[in-house]
């Protein structure tokens, strides 16, 4: 499939071929839900955490005779029916995290950008080339397009500095591109730069590729 290339003006300069296996097969929604949650139980901390009876403070001496008070016989004030008392079966911490298969993560990634070029969502740019950190920059393009917006490139510390105090629209490299962060945003941006990077990390045969290349030059 053919895509227009534009510049930071949202003139056209030129058009682009992209892999209809990656950017045009089908939408699993099922595959997308799946792979968002696996991302967020990620981040979680899972540091939660009551204290049970063995914890709390108190207990040791009976709290009141056994007999002739007219309560309940009771023997420390750590039961966990005693006011201060410990919790039964509270939440503890946990690790929260799982992972997908990787085949079911590259093709949950295959339908996140199938489903931005469906929503006409997809733009690729020549490059976002900044000389200095500037967020000024970022916005007024980001204000051509959306709100909402994922810059996606290769290694650019200038770009990235020049986002992160950007509410809503963030800049990702190529190859940390994952499901969750594309859907958080309306519009996905690629520089052409990133589009090797995008098609080899959403395909079996670019990542072999990638490891291929890697084993010649070591």
């Known amino acids: ?65 056994q007999k002739g008070t007219g309560r309940a016989r009771q023997g420390t004030s750590r039961a966990p029916n005693m006011v201060g008392g410990g919790t039964v079966h509270g939440p503890r911490p946990r690790d929260y995290s799982y992972r997908l298969p990787r085949s079911a993560r590259r093709s949950a990634l295959r339908s996140a950008l199938a489903l931005r070029v469906k929503e006409g969502a997809l733009i690729v740019l020549d490059q976002f080339s900044l000389e200095s950190p500037r967020t000024q920059s970022v916005v007024e393009y980001s204000g051509k397009i959306g709100n909402s917006v994922l810059i996606v490139d290769g290694e650019n510390q200038n770009l990235m500095l020049s986002t992160r105090n950007i509410r809503k629209s963030n800049y990702i490299s190529a190859s940390a591109l994952n499901v969750f962060d594309i859907l958080k945003h309306e519009k996905l941006v690629m520089t052409q730069a990133a589009i090797d990077a995008v098609v080899a990390k959403a395909s079996v045969a670019g990542k072999k590729a990638q490891r291929d290349g890697a084993e010649a030059v070591a």
């Open 1 to 65: 499939m053919q895509v227009n290339v534009e510049n930071i003006q949202r003139e056209t300069v030129g058009t682009v071929e992209l892999p209809d296996a990656i950017f045009a097969g089908e939408v699993s929604n099922a595959l997308l839900w799946e792979q968002a949650r696996a991302q967020r139980a990620s981040k979680r901390q899972g540091t939660h955490k009551t204290k049970g009876r063995s914890e709390v403070q108190g207990g040791g001496a009976k709290p009141f005779k």
